[in-house]
């Protein structure tokens, strides 16, 4: 039976972590199968935390879903041993914290520029995450590309003795992207909100052409879709979190952020170009 925990000071170690904010989907189910398939017979905690820090002013905060209730159920069966749910109280004790943690030049582009300030309130909440639930292994999904990178950068840059493991995104039979906030699309919306997944995988059948192809054909997939504002579509280099240079080899990401009606959505693919840095560069995705 999964148990519930408020309090940190009831919270024991874990052998593995996946944070989430709640709203659990197949998505979630499937980083705690994957925790639980790494933990063994280790405990596996799941935290359900609505962190304000990462949202701006006009985002949607007060609006986000919170099913606590349902978010129980759908760890017990993924195999979660205990579901951490504290309240802001608990995780900022002292209110807003004075002292927070930067992402740096990998957190201004892309999501960092269309939300400032979103990633040092990730990095914050995940840094404090990790001290109270202290795992051996903590898992994200790779749909958040940039900050599974700037996570996997400050446990690099600040010792953290975890191993960062990313999971695939889990996508619908028509390729949408799995995300608590496709709730908020209507039937038509999320119909339309498939020329994103569409758009990835024009680019990636253009793989062997060198990146520019790929970015090229992505951008003509998107152009003109009905219904959807787009924010940014590129090609990104992973290890730094910028654009990836035209004779760019090794793992790269091509990602896209966009409005759909109101809702906002994000989705990528993990590419990898052939060339003489790729047999010695990580994919992106493996653990580190």
């Known amino acids: 039976m999964t148990e519930l925990i408020r309090r940190a000071a009831d919270l024991p170690p874990a052998a593995a972590v996946v944070m989430t904010m709640g709203a659990l989907h197949e998505g979630h189910a499937t980083l705690i199968r994957a925790a639980r398939e790494y933990a063994g017979e280790g405990p596996v905690t799941v935290t359900v935390f609505v962190n304000p820090l990462q949202f701006g002013p006009n985002e949607d905060l007060d609006r986000y879903p919170r099913t606590l209730d349902a978010d129980l159920e759908v760890a017990a069966k993924a195999g979660a041993d205990r579901v951490f749910a504290p309240a802001a109280e608990e995780v900022y004790p002292g209110g807003q914290p004075q002292v927070r943690i930067t992402a740096g030049p990998m957190g201004q582009g892309y999501e960092g520029a269309s939300r400032p300030g979103h990633f040092d309130g990730v990095l914050t909440v995940v840094a404090k995450l990790l001290h ?29 003795p975890v191993e960062i493991t990313a999971v695939p ?20 919306q999320r119909r339309q909100a498939l020329a994103l997944s569409r758009a990835l995988f024009a680019g990636r059948d253009r793989l062997a052409q060198g990146p520019a192809a790929v970015r090229d054909a992505a951008r003509a997939s998107l152009a003109g879709a009905e ?15 910028t654009a990836a240079p035209p004779g760019h080899t090794g793992p790269a990401v091509l990602a896209v952020a966009a409005k759909v009606g109101t809702t906002r959505l994000i989705d ?12 010695a560069t990580p994919q992106f995705g493996a653990a580190p």
């Open 132 to 160: 109270l639930t202290r795992p051996r292994a903590a898992f994200f999904g790779q749909k958040d590309a940039q900050q599974l990178a700037v996570i996997r950068r400050m446990v690099t840059d600040l010792n953290f």
């Open 169 to 188: 995104t889990v996508r619908e039979d028509d390729g949408l992207a799995l995300s608590s906030r496709n709730r908020y699309l209507s039937g038509v």
């Open 227 to 241: 219904g959807v504002a787009v924010d940014y579509l590129d090609l990104i280099d992973p290890a730094t979190f």
């Open 268 to 279: 990528n693919i993990p590419l990898e170009f052939p060339g003489p840095q790729a047999a």
